[in-house]
């Protein structure tokens, strides 16, 4: 089974997953689709945004924070056909189920993905998606993505966070994939050939400026969100208020049915239908079709029950 090898003449530097995620852009006519999952707060974004200044400093391919972090699935399709990337270009979408249901989210996403994947044969982009849950995905657009950075912790001191980088192969036999550390190969001081797995990464800070246009880039959509979401509220009617509107549309009950469904709702015996014959003075067969009939009217045997004060 395939593994995330990067291979060094020389001896090994830092980075080697942008230098490996570089190398199947700009080489290997490839593409890649990278998770980016951690709590709230953990760094995804802005690791993804950093990850994606160092992988330009590489391949010379610009990246603009305005112009490549997307926050909505629309955004995302309208910047692919925008005409504006090129090869090698990178995206970061930034939670994307904030804007959208969770059912919803996982028809639209698996449709978006697919096209994307397609799209990136002949554009050899690199997308960062940054999302709390995996689970926000189905299972099989979990499988079109080639690795998972995880979130591990922030170190305020280096100005760093260090992400858990694994390279993801499904099995048709497996429901879980395999998670696989990359290895690298390289020369030690002795000119001996060596290698060994990479298990985290610690991936600094992105620069000050990009952060700031990021920062005001959520304030702004978070701001238009949330004004979408209480507009959405007001224009919606309460459940009491369509409560209120069928009781009003109710068509009158007639005076047997009025009292069929009062004799009923207020009898506690078991047999509340021989009951309500008896008192009435009326056959079993009446009481039952008295009470179908002001069920269908929207009128139910709760709404006439007495006090017992």
């Not at 995330?4 to 830092?14: L, N």
């Not at 060994?196 to 959509?221: A, C, G, H, T």
Request: charged content about 30%.
């Amino acid at each position: 089974m395939a593994n995330a090898v990067y291979m060094y003449r020389g001896k090994a530097k830092k980075n080697s997953w942008a230098r490996w995620m570089v190398s199947r852009t700009m080489k290997q006519n490839k593409n890649n689709l990278i998770s980016v999952v951690g709590k709230t707060g953990s760094g995804k974004t802005l690791s993804a945004i950093s990850i994606c200044e160092i992988m330009s400093e590489m391949d010379g391919v610009p990246f603009d924070v305005k112009t490549h972090v997307v926050f909505t699935l629309k955004e995302l399709m309208d910047l692919i056909n925008s005409g504006k990337l090129r090869r090698g270009s990178k995206i970061v979408c930034d939670e994307f189920q904030c804007s959208i249901s969770a059912r919803e989210f996982q028809s639209k996403a698996n449709k978006v993905f697919n096209y994307v994947l397609s799209t990136f044969r002949h554009l050899n982009l690199t997308l960062f998606f940054c999302t709390p849950f995996e689970t926000l995905l189905d299972k099989n657009t979990r499988k079109l993505f080639h690795a998972r950075f995880e979130t591990m912790s922030i170190n305020k001191n280096n100005q760093t966070c260090r992400l858990k980088p694994r390279y993801i192969e499904y099995a048709d036999f497996k429901a879980e994939p395999y998670r696989k550390q990359m290895i690298i190969c390289f020369k030690d001081d002795k000119g001996s050939s060596k290698s060994r797995p990479l298990f985290y990464w610690d991936v600094p800070r992105p620069s000050k400026e990009n952060e700031v246009i990021y920062e005001k880039m959520k304030v702004d959509f978070t701001t238009r969100l949330n004004k979408n979401i209480s507009l959405e509220l007001s224009n919606e009617r309460s459940l009491a208020d369509e409560h209120t509107e069928k009781i009003a549309d109710r068509k009158p009950l007639t005076d047997k049915q009025d009292k069929v469904m009062r004799v009923l709702a207020n009898i506690k015996e078991s047999n509340r239908y021989e009951v309500a014959s008896k008192k009435l003075g009326i056959s079993l067969n009446a009481i039952h079709q008295n009470k179908t009939l002001a069920e269908k009217k929207g009128y139910n045997l709760e709404e006439f029950k007495e006090n017992d004060d």
